[in-house]
């Protein structure tokens, strides 16, 4: 999954469910996302996340994958 799909179902995810959710820029091509008192770092590159940094950022967030499911 690319980064700005991942970014575009955590908004989508927070809106539907009313969760706070805060997108900040982060330094260079990264985005800051917290929720809740949770924070995580999203790379902004050409190309899929890799499996596991996909995974660590919704660990990081207190989600699943279920959670990101349409």
Not at 13 to 28: F, I, V, Y
Not at 61 to 70: A, F, H, Q, V, Y
Request: glycine content about 12%.
């Amino acid at each position: 999954m690319r980064a700005m799909e991942l970014l575009r179902r955590l908004r989508r995810r927070a809106t539907r469910l009313g969760l706070d959710h805060e997108e900040s820029p982060g330094k260079g091509s990264h985005r800051k996302i917290r929720r809740g008192g949770r924070v995580s770092v999203v790379p902004i590159h050409g190309h899929d996340l890799a499996r596991g940094t996909y995974r660590a950022i919704l660990r990081q967030l207190g989600l699943t994958e279920e959670d990101l499911e349409e």
